[in-house]
């Protein structure tokens, strides 16, 4: 999975709690990227990083924060955590501005806020 | 708003027939658009990419069309397998984030024996 590791890979969590997603990537790319997968919504954007301590917004980033301190770290917090998050979410690495830009996804976190 | 469809319903085919898949997209003028594979429980894996001035692509078993004018993009599979079953996502940059991706919701494909 072209060295992306996600951690941890299946969490549960009571609604109100803080939780913190790991992204870890060894290929040196500068794009990160979180993406929650839905049944019927397919995959939205969260947030996205384009360089260390570089962020912006995605279309669904209402109750996510991101923060980026390495090249190979993307971490995503739920501030605080509820219901309508439990999804299962993706972090996904991709190489500089190029037309031939593809985007390299790790194994996804199924997250449960219970 | 941008929108990009894909056919909810999954498509089943027979073995060695061909699958074909659409994507189609309002209020875009991607300069590119890629197919992704999904498999259960694992993350999308990248196909193919097709620019805006490509009308065709393909590569091996697969073939993808590109229609700026009609807003659309067919995924043809040739002589389908039951290994080709999956979930197929399209994927666009959206106007103005040039290195972002846009997914649509994806096209369950089942092949029969």
């Known amino acids: 999975d072209a060295g992306i590791t996600q951690s941890p890979r299946h969490k549960v969590t009571e609604t109100g709690t803080p939780v913190t997603l790991r992204c870890h990537q060894t290929e040196n790319h500068r794009y990160m990227y979180w993406y929650r997968q839905d049944p019927g919504h397919g995959l939205r954007l969260i947030h996205y990083s384009y360089g260390v301590k570089d962020t912006d917004k995605g279309e669904v980033s209402d109750g996510y924060s991101v923060s980026r301190s390495k090249t190979e770290d993307f971490l995503l917090t739920l501030e605080s955590a509820t219901s309508s998050q439990t999804s299962v979410y993706f972090c996904?690495?991709?190489?500089?501005?190029?037309?031939?830009?593809?985007?390299?996804f790790g194994q996804g976190t199924r997250l449960t806020v219970v | 708003s941008q929108k990009i469809e894909q056919n909810s319903e999954a498509l089943n085919i027979q073995e060695g027939k061909t699958a074909t898949l659409t994507c189609n997209y309002t209020?875009?003028?991607?300069?590119?658009l890629q197919w992704y594979r999904q498999d259960p429980g694992r993350g999308p894996v990248f196909l193919l990419l097709?620019?805006?001035?490509?009308k065709e692509k393909r590569k091996e078993r697969l073939k993808v069309t590109f229609d700026t004018t009609l807003k659309q993009s067919l995924f043809h599979i040739t002589a389908s397998q039951p290994a080709d079953s999956a979930t197929y996502l399209c994927a666009l940059p959206p106007s103005g984030g040039y290195n972002k991706l846009i997914f649509g919701a994806g096209t369950r494909l089942a092949v029969h024996p």
């Open positions: 996904a690495i991709s190489d500089t501005g190029t037309v031939n830009t593809e985007a390299f």
């Open positions: 097709i620019r805006e001035n490509e």
């Open positions: 209020n875009y003028s991607p300069a590119y």
